[in-house]
Each structure stands twice: as C-alpha cells, then as structure tokens.
C-alpha cells in the first residue's frame, strides 16, 4: 500500500470518530457522505463527474446496462451493480444505477468502534 494511502486512512481513522454526523461533500456532479467505514458518492450521469474521497480520485467513466466503468485512482475498472472489486486499496461497490445517477460506495477497510 503506497505510503500517502496509509497516511491519510491513518489520518481518517482518528479524525473522522471526533466528527459527531457523517461528512457530506458536494462537487461538480457528485455527493460524497463520508463515515469511518468509508465513503458513498453520488455521481450525475450525463456530466463529467469526479469526486476525492479517502484520497483517492474516483470518476463516472460509462454506464453500459448494470456494468458500470469507473476511474479508480487512474485504475479503470468495471462493477456489475450489486457487486464490487478492489481498487488502488479500497473496496469499490456500485449499489444503485438510475437514469440519473450512479451510487458508488468505497469501503475503507475501518470498521467504527
């Protein structure tokens, strides 16, 4: 595991227990709600969506039936919905497809106490 990644999943592991709710960040086509265990993001489909979360780029690449192809760190891969497949360290699950949307979980691998 790259260093960087270490550092900042050891970061986020003892910051994210002061934070009494859920983080939620917002960007250009996406929402990320962030815990412990990990990050949800929501991309927009039909617009270029990318989102940051536990360091690691993440991006909406197509959407062809219930596969999805994601950006994983500069790693492409592709996730049935329902399924999931690890990537540059984190465990990547698509949970919902929609006309609108595709829902993203990536696990961090940090359980909360």
Known sequence: MPVRRLITRSA???LLPLVAAACTMTGPGTTS???????TVTFERGVQAKASVLGIDA???AVNGDLVTLSIGGQQITVPVGESQPAD???VRVSEVTADKVVVVLDSGLQQN
């Open 33 to 39: 709600e962030c815990t412990v265990s990990g990050c």
């Open 89 to 91: 360290g984190v465990d």
């Open 12 to 14: 986020f592991a003892l």
């Open 59 to 61: 991006e909406l690449v």
